[in-house]
């Protein structure tokens, strides 16, 4: 797997005499697998000079991937200048998180192309374009497998994990912490922190946005990025062979880059890090023990069209009235149906009734005690699984963690970084109604086939009967296979490939081959 950096400066580009060994470029990596399988992530700044490289190529046979983390300025200002797309005969596919719960990747994209800020349209593009919306979850870009996972930023944001080659890239930018006392530098990698460290776990090389040290973080809390302390001890946590420090803060001259970076290799010498550059290449050579990909809620990254949301209800247990009206405005512009927490004996007939998709429990003992409410939530109905958000003051990961607390939202919090808890909450929630409806699809074709042999060997005579496959007698009825292409679809396309591989033709033609190759020998035989 081959890495370049094309930007790594975080919110606006700063090109210039102080940023010249780092970059002023704003976010954008090249990756390429062994095989040729480009894949763009983020399309910043940066992405014009790679779009100018690759369009010095053969462009018109020019077929490429980008994976979009989020849609603020910053990771797509690149896409109106990126050369390719406006080439005819070339194909991309965009992939990226919606930026809330009805609006698609395309029509992020295609904002920033309006007429009253850009003088050509999304429309414009010639490229044979197709747009992918995700959730959390995994899919594949022709070799390279994928997995994604939400960060904590004030838009809904994706990570991606890359697996290729034998070896694994995880790209985390822009994300915070969830604990506010785990960014500090104290307390114990629990919960949502936990999870994002299980993600990375084990990666050859982890590009994560360090835009902020320590000391400067409290200053920036809710902005959606991390101090560098903090991700030097998830990379730790994590076994991460290398890490590599991007998304520098425009403030921050090469000098200064310089100066965290060694002071970090003081404090954690077991850490390979490094600040990335513009233009810097990793190559990751292949590896024998290839890391699994981490368990993700969502078989499917992508999210179809039939899986829209429509209008998710959320239960509100909140007293105090200045977080309720922001929660309720909240709520009222994602079209979100709010209902008041019932009676925790009336819970489980007011989940089956309503279908709620996420609790959302303020903590503020002893007016409310939103960490009892939970326990209480997950006693009378355990099979649900509700996701539940704590509101609080401060986050307490060792109670919440014990009362099965899905995340926090704690005070004070901006109306951005409200919303995105919650929209990734209800698609989180979206992406588990996927899975169940994708397992019971799985059950149903899963269910045992009888094969009943009523033909005569094959080349006894001209016409050849087929055999007859049933299912058990609580499905007696009976399918008749005829020798067409769909019933070979139907029968042995479960078991050899997926549809839409080249090797599912490739196996079918070896099937059918030895299956003729048998019947002409068997007739000489006799």
Known sequence: MRVQFWGTRGSLATPGPA?????????????????GTLVVIDCGTGGHALARK???GDVKRLRGNILISHTHWDHIQGIPFFDPLYVRGTEWDIYGPSRGLRESLRDALAG??????FPVSLDQFQANIRYHDLTEGMFSIDDIRVSARYLNHPVVTLGYRLQVDGATLVYACDHEPHSRTVALGDGKIIGEDLRHAEFLDGADLLIHDAQYTAEEYPEKIGWGHS???YVMRLAEHACVKRLALTHHDPRRDDNAIEGVVARLRESSPAVDVFPAFEGQV?????RLDEAAAPSIRGLQAEIP?????????VLLAIED???????????????????PLPNIADLPDAITKDGPSLAILEHDPPRLDGIRLCRAIRRQAPEHRLAVLMVAREDNQDAGTAADVSDWLIKPFTVACARTKIRTWLLRAAGGAMERAGDAERREAAKPLRIVHTAKPLGVDESTKVPRVSRPAADRKQMVVSPDKSALLWMYGREIAAFDTPGFSTKLGEIIARAS??????????
Request: charged share 20%; hydrophobic share 35%.
């Open 19 to 35: 940023t010249a060994r780092y970059g002023g470029n704003t976010s954008c990596i090249e990756v390429r697998s062994a095989r």
């Open 305 to 313: 069209p039939e899986h829209a949301l429509g209008n998710p209800a």
């Open 321 to 339: 009235t200045t977080t309720s009206d922001v929660v309720s405005d909240v709520l009222k512009a994602e079209n979100i149906i709010a209902r």
């Open 227 to 229: 101090p560098v302390e």
């Open 54 to 56: 690759l369009a010095s």
């Open 112 to 117: 920033q192309m309006q007429y009253v800020y």
């Open 517 to 526: 190759t048998r019947a002409q020998l068997a007739g000489r035989s006799r």
């Open 282 to 286: 990793v190559e990751l050579g292949t």
